[in-house]
């Protein structure tokens, strides 16, 4: 508990410092609106001892509509420590005490995928920020999940894409590049079926205690798994390109899982391995 208590110090030090310059950045559109949310990740993840290791390659090409899989809060740390990204979140997510705040200031689009027309207008908000050169990150199966099984990935909002592409007249293609998550260890131990509620946040699991004791366990190791990128131009069937990178996801994270369960050599609390670089 000590040591969760100093970490929540820090972190509300550091967010009381950054944030009215992020507040600044948005309100004129400056570059640091992609670059604070970065820093405060790193840092979010060197004080949660959260250890990243990346395998593969994410793309240079802008825009690009990344699709990956879901299983914690923490997800949205571990990619934004790695990549200036903004992200596609259910709509009850901006309305979270402090976290719905700090969604918003990672400029988050906000989706109900209950109502059809919101559903539409969101598609049309992530089309725009792909034309603006965004990499935008859509958690594809909808939900979280344990972190072991990966649900099936919806292609509703890939549709984004085919949208973008119509309302541009500099891109033939827009690129879609697969991302897996996989976490392998949690307080020193192999994340197996015993561990896995530990770092996955899923089903009616509360937010809160579950926030508390991954800061509190100080040493959690993370497999990001970059896939092949895929090209979506205006006759390519979304359907297809979605179960393209569900596959190359599951293939993706089921590798990182069996891969031997010690830390990631070479890499550092909240830093990437050098081979990522």
């Known amino acids: 508990m000590i040591r969760f208590i100093l ?11 950054l944030l009215p310059f992020q507040v600044i950045a948005i309100a004129f559109g400056l570059a640091w609106q992609r670059k604070i949310p970065r820093f405060y990740h790193r840092v979010l993840c060197a004080l949660a001892g959260v250890r990243v290791r990346q395998i593969g390659q994410r793309t240079s090409a802008r825009p690009v509509l990344i699709l990956a899989n879901h299983a914690s809060w923490l997800d949205i740390c571990v990619i934004t420590a790695t990549t200036p990204v903004v992200f596609v979140a259910k709509s009850e997510v901006a309305r979270w005490p402090l976290f719905g705040t700090l969604a918003k200031l990672q400029r988050t689009v906000f989706v109900d995928r209950d109502r059809r027309q919101q559903t539409a207008e969101a598609t049309s908000e992530i089309a725009g920020r792909l034309l603006g050169g ?15 099984r990966i649900l099936p990935f919806k292609s509703a909002l890939v549709g984004s894409v085919h949208q973008a592409l119509g309302a541009s007249h500099h891109h033939s293609s827009i690129a879609v590049q697969p991302l897996s998550l996989a976490y392998t260890r949690f307080d020193g ?13 899923y089903g009616d699991a509360d937010l809160i205690p579950h926030f508390i004791r991954v800061l509190a366990s100080g040493a959690t190791d993370v497999t990001l798994s970059w896939g092949e990128t895929i090209s979506l131009d205006a006759e ?23 891969a031997p369960t010690r830390p990631a050599e070479n890499s550092t609390q909240g830093e990437l391995a050098p081979e990522a670089i």
């Open 236 to 258: 390519t069937d979304r359907k297809q390109v979605t179960r393209a990178a569900e596959a190359a996801v599951r293939r993706m994270t089921a590798t990182a899982l069996r």
């Open 134 to 148: 965004e990499a935008v990150v859509l958690f594809a199966e909808g939900t979280s999940s344990n972190g072991i």
């Open 7 to 17: 970490v929540i110090v820090a972190l509300a030090i550091l967010t009381l410092v």
């Open 189 to 201: 131990l192999p994340v197996g079926r015993a561990l896995r509620e530990r770092v996955a946040w």
